[in-house]
């Protein structure tokens, strides 16, 4: 079967990943990650792409963002990702790839997973078994978001704005979304979308990309509509 073409709406909430060529690790010291941080808040800015969330793993990225226009995303990338590659093979004297390909990316239902996707983002590292709290790993957009340290990459997107009148609230709100685990089946969920170039969202929405976009939004029906009598028992049995 042909491989989707990622799909893409401006003004719409994406999750992004780039990973490693082979695996291997794109950061090597702290400094690294300042650096790729610095680089993706000028490109950000340039392509006119609002970033909401995001971790530097070791060996790739996760990103929840925004492109305000039609090319704003593959541009940003495009710029930041060979500008690093620059930066990392001089800073560590080596030569080649340093990204495994295209970046794989997913348009988000803001309605039904956009805080679902903050979520996940930021437990990128508990899962991994490399902090036991989000709150304890450094790279991750989880210290603005939850903790309050002002990290200037972040431009907090309109359902984060909603979860409070004040900072504080926001932040202690947003905290009550981390208590217990991740559903296994959300976790799928995002994990085949984004990498299989399939839409993350609701059936409706769904149809309504497909009608402005004229592409497919997945390869083949699966799931549910998450506002159906019938997901909804499901997630109140724990399936």
């Not at 291997?24 to 610095?38: K, M, N, R």
């Not at 969330?53 to 990225?61: D, E, I, K, P, S």
């Not at 437990?123 to 989000?134: K, Q, S, T």
């Amino acid at each position: 079967m042909a491989r989707l073409p990622r799909p893409y709406l401006p003004e719409c909430a994406q999750h992004i990943i780039q990973r490693g060529n082979n695996r291997a690790a794109c950061f090597y010291e702290e400094t690294d990650h300042s650096v790729y941080l610095a680089f993706l808040k000028e490109a950000a800015v340039k392509y006119q792409v609002a970033i909401h969330a995001f971790v530097l793993m070791t060996n790739h990225v996760h990103l929840l963002a925004t492109p305000q226009n039609e090319t704003g995303t593959p541009r940003m990338m495009q710029a930041l990702g060979r500008r690093y590659v620059r930066y990392f093979n001089h800073i560590h004297c080596r030569t080649g790839t340093l990204w495994e390909g295209r970046y794989k990316s997913t348009v988000v239902d803001t309605e039904t997973y956009l805080l679902t996707l903050y979520r996940y983002i930021e437990l990128n590292p508990v899962r991994a078994g490399m902090v036991e709290h989000a709150s304890e790993y450094p790279w991750s957009s989880y210290q603005h978001n939850a903790v309050g340290k002002e990290v200037q990459l972040i431009t907090p997107h309109a359902q984060y704005q909603a979860l409070g009148n004040t900072p504080s609230e926001r932040q202690a709100n947003y905290r009550s979304l981390f208590r217990g685990r991740m559903l296994d089946r959300d976790l799928t969920e995002i994990r085949e979308a984004t990498n299989k170039a399939w839409v993350l969202g609701s059936d409706s929405f769904k149809r309504h990309f497909e009608v402005v976009s004229g592409r497919r939004a997945i390869a083949g029906k699966r799931g549910g509509d998450r506002r159906s009598a019938a997901y909804k028992s499901a997630m109140d049995q724990g399936l």
